[in-house]
């Protein structure tokens, strides 16, 4: 069993990320608040979403890139297949 996870070497990088995302959304509220155009609130809505996807290829890479390599390493074959099973399952759903 791995100890960290994948991305605990970029965890300063991913809490940068996620503060900055963070700060969109609570934009995005002050923009609702503040009555803003439909549009422009949309158009915010989709940056946010997109900075979201970018975090979850990045850490879907890290997972299989250090999780994955790992479990390979091992040479355990049933391992192999659970770590290959979660990348199938969270590439399905972030495909939703």
């Known amino acids: 069993m791995i100890d960290e996870p994948g991305y605990h070497s970029d965890k300063k990088a991913y809490l940068r990320r996620l503060k900055l995302i ?3 959304v609570r934009g995005l509220a002050r923009l609702v608040e503040e ?8 158009t915010q809505v989709s940056a946010v979403s997109k900075a979201l996807e970018s975090l979850s290829v990045a850490l879907a890479d890290d997972h299989i890139h250090h999780c994955v390599q790992h479990a390979a390493a091992s040479g355990d074959p049933l391992e192999i297949d ?3 099973d979660e ?7 972030l495909m939703k």
Not at 35 to 42: H, P, Q, R, S
Not at 87 to 93: D, E, G, I, L, S
């Open 87 to 93: 990348v199938m399952t969270v590439v399905k759903r």
């Open 35 to 42: 009555d803003t155009y439909c549009i422009d609130v949309l």
């Open 82 to 84: 659970r770590k290959m």
């Open 22 to 24: 963070e700060g969109q």
